[in-house]
């Protein structure tokens, strides 16, 4: 058993959609949370950037005595999570598409086209291609990047047409092409616009990366005794820029009658 909270970081907002499944399985559960709002997107910068950004992150984390780190961005998780694991061998670092790769295999059926969205830098790594054909080297995996929308999404833009459009724009034409019938949502921002997808594309199974990873944090915690023993509901999120647009997004992704949200401002230059 173990009381001290889980850290998880995202380049912005989009991780706090593994927060709200986290809490509904795992209540005890203390959470630390960063989004790096000051410096989103990352999904079109370099990986030694995302590197940078990422250590300087983890160690904000384990400075506040994290039990685990959980990189809740695919973003981060491909291009990153070697070096946080290498950085911190004594603490459980978890990566996002692992558990996003498990699922897609354990579902597939013979028939199944599976189309991956992402950001720039998490389709060009391919790894979510990568540990899927670690685990069936069979199934048709194909990658689509959406730059415009994470920077949507950070604005608050959702339920409009402007974002429909966005999506079409890059779904449309990729879906029938590839005739996709699996969609995984290779961002953590996306589950936002989970609703305009299905809207547009009610064909669709979609596979949602933010309630996979759940599990495998479930196990991970259970395999090293580190459950929480009391229920707390003491969660701190972190910002680096404290916008409106990051209080507005946390009030729509939380039922805020069911635990208190205190919000901190980060200052980058105390980061070290
Ligand atoms: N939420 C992040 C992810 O899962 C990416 C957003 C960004 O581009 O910063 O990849």
């Given at each position: 058993?173990?009381n ?5 970081f ?9 927060i709200?499944h ?18 989103t ?5 370099a990986?030694s ?16 005595n994290v039990k ?26 978890l ?11 354990e ?15 998490t ?5 979510h291609e ?5 685990l ?22 959702i339920?409009?047409d ?15 092409y590839h005739?996709i019938?699996?969609?995984?949502l ?15 594309y009610?064909h ?9 990873i759940?599990n ?30 990051f209080?507005n997004m946390i009030?729509?992704?939380f ?18």
């Amino acid at each position: 058993m173990d009381n001290r909270p889980i850290g998880f970081f995202d380049s912005g907002l989009g991780g706090l959609t593994c927060i709200s499944h986290l809490m509904k399985t795992l209540p005890n559960e203390r959470i630390i949370y960063f989004g790096d709002t000051a410096r989103t997107p990352y999904g079109s910068k370099a990986t030694s950037t995302i590197r940078g950004f990422s250590a300087q992150i983890a160690d904000f984390l384990v400075q506040r005595n994290v039990k685990m780190i959980v990189i809740a961005c695919n973003t981060v998780s491909s291009t990153s999570l070697e070096d946080l694991r290498e950085r911190y061998p004594d603490i459980p670092v978890l990566g996002i598409i692992e558990p996003a790769a498990a699922r897609v295999a354990e579902v597939w059926q013979e028939t199944n086209s599976v189309g991956i969205i992402g950001t720039k830098v998490t389709i060009r790594s391919k790894t979510h291609e990568r540990l899927i054909h670690r685990l069936n080297p069979r199934i048709p995996i194909h990658g689509m990047a959406c730059p415009v929308l994470v920077p949507l999404i950070e604005e608050g833009i959702i339920e409009h047409d402007i974002m429909d459009l966005s999506i079409r724009y890059y779904l449309d034409h990729f879906l029938s092409y590839h005739k996709i019938d699996t969609l995984v949502l290779g961002c953590t921002h996306y589950p936002l616009i989970r609703t305009n997808i299905e809207k547009l594309y009610p064909h669709l199974s979609i596979i949602n990366p933010s309630e996979e990873i759940v599990n495998s944090i479930e196990t991970e915690l259970l395999e090293r005794d580190l459950l929480a023993e009391t229920a707390s509901h003491d969660n701190t999120y972190y910002a680096s820029d404290l916008s409106e647009n990051f209080i507005n997004m946390i009030n729509r992704i939380f039922d805020q009658s069911e635990f208190r949200v205190a919000f901190k401002n980060f200052d980058l230059d105390n980061c070290k």
